[in-house]
């Protein structure tokens, strides 16, 4: 029987080649993209009253905006004006060892609660205390981090220290799936997950709520359950898997990867090349400015600009627009800068000092330095890694055109002085170092 199964499925082979059917149905797939694309965005504008303001300024997955709102609606004295509603049915779902019989009927006066609190072992990220009733919580939250050295056997000891001030202490380990500390054993803490026990305690919470809380909280339900499976998805994303699912459409898709990194090399190749024209028609005949691609393996990853009175290949020192983790215009130096000559380190302020005063960051240097920046200016929001920003900027000239001028104009501003710099360190006898570029 095995032998006939091998026999068999020997026998199996694709009637026609996988380029026929894609031809056939690539025209398909890109029309059934657009529909799905276009339907997607008419249902956007249409619910933009209901717009998810967490997804919207990229906060889903910062620690610091889920310990602010948590400790917020954990708050009696909190601007939810629920009183205790949040803490008690909060408590009532962790199960905490050290809860006293009559902490809800304490005052709301009772109750502190703060965020980030400093004590000698670090931060907490959140505390809730009630001094009346000896009560004392501290909840350690992470989002995409792993548990610190030692931190939560750290917090446990820094609780128990405070037995004398509160006899009730506890400490919870919340984590998206309710992952085990690595430092410290239960039960000397509770694990808890923001899709098996937060968003159940938030459900039971929103019931009697005011109508403008409650979609706070369904707004904030629909992020920590995308937090819990481990990915934010929208529903455009949604639909775009499921039509990528399909099998004709994923053929097509798998076509496109083969293709997509030779199309962004070229798009990238396009992009710099137009700016180098740019900057190059705005310099016009301009006798003293040398005019050069940064590149590295894969193609071109900047411009720079130097002063053309010595051989190009000895401009240590010069100007550039270039792509980082956004794009930005920056003063390098392309060696080691002994500052220990008085002329080198005063010319090196003065490029600081100009810098500065145009809202450059500046690079921390010591009179070693052997730093290849002096300071940079991020372009913010803008990163040509990210293959759809990159067609859109490609093929607008506004954007071309401002980037060369802004940096024609830092180089005749600043070019000056770095090309004073460039000139002292060929006097104090200093050599140009091999860094890449």
């Not at 304490?106 to 703060?114: A, H, N, Q």
């Not at 000397?188 to 459900?203: I, T």
Request: charged fraction near 25%.
């Amino acid at each position: 029987m095995m032998n006939a199964a091998k026999s068999d499925v020997s026998k199996l082979r694709l009637e026609t080649p996988l380029t026929l059917p894609l031809r056939r149905s690539a025209k398909d797939s890109v029309a059934r993209f657009r529909a799905t694309r276009a339907s997607s965005q008419e249902r956007e504008a249409r619910e933009a009253s209901r717009a998810n303001l967490f997804s919207l300024f990229g906060l889903e997955r910062r620690e610091a905006v889920h310990s602010t709102l948590l400790a917020s609606l954990l708050d009696p004295l909190g601007t939810h004006g629920r009183g205790l509603l949040f803490l008690k049915k909060f408590l009532e779902m962790a199960k905490l060892p050290a809860v006293p019989s009559d902490l809800s009927n304490r005052k709301l006066t009772d109750f502190w609660v703060g965020k980030e609190f400093p004590i000698p072992e670090g931060r907490l990220d959140i505390i809730v205390t009630c001094i009346s009733s000896r009560f004392l919580l501290v909840i350690e939250n992470k989002i995409d981090h792993a548990e610190g050295a030692g931190q939560l056997k750290k917090y446990r000891e820094w609780i128990d220290s405070q037995r004398h001030t509160y006899q009730n202490g506890n400490l919870i380990f919340l984590t998206p799936k309710g992952d085990r500390a690595r430092s410290l054993e239960e039960p000397n803490y509770v694990r808890l997950s923001y899709e098996s026990e937060v968003a159940p305690w938030l459900e039971s919470c929103k019931q009697s709520m005011p109508t403008r809380l409650r979609e706070t909280i369904d707004q904030y339900l629909s992020v920590i359950r995308n937090v819990g499976s481990g990915s934010i998805m929208s529903d455009y994303d949604q639909e775009l898997l499921d039509f990528l699912g399909e099998s004709d459409n994923f053929i097509f898709f798998t076509e496109l990867q083969r293709v997509a990194g030779r199309i962004e090399a070229d798009l990238k190749h396009r992009f710099w090349n137009l700016i180098e024209k740019k900057v190059r028609d705005i310099l016009g005949d301009a006798q003293n400015v040398n005019v050069r691609l940064l590149s590295s393996g894969g193609g071109p990853t900047g411009i720079r600009l130097s002063n053309s009175s010595d051989p190009e290949s000895n401009n240590d020192c010069f100007v550039a627009f270039e792509q980082e983790t956004d794009l930005l215009w920056d003063v390098r130096f392309v060696k080691e800068i002994d500052q220990t000559f008085a002329a080198i380190a005063a010319q090196i302020n003065r490029i600081r000092s100009a810098l500065k005063d145009r809202g450059f960051s500046l690079q921390s240097i010591d009179k070693k330095s052997p730093s290849l920046w002096v300071g940079w200016l991020y372009l913010k929001d803008y990163s040509i890694n990210d293959p759809a920003t990159l067609r859109q900027l490609v093929d607008n000239d506004g954007f071309l055109n401002a980037v060369a001028t802004a940096l024609v104009e830092l180089f005749e501003k600043i070019g000056g002085e770095v090309s004073r710099l460039h000139n002292l360190c060929l006097e104090s006898g200093q050599t140009a170092k091999p860094h890449s570029i």
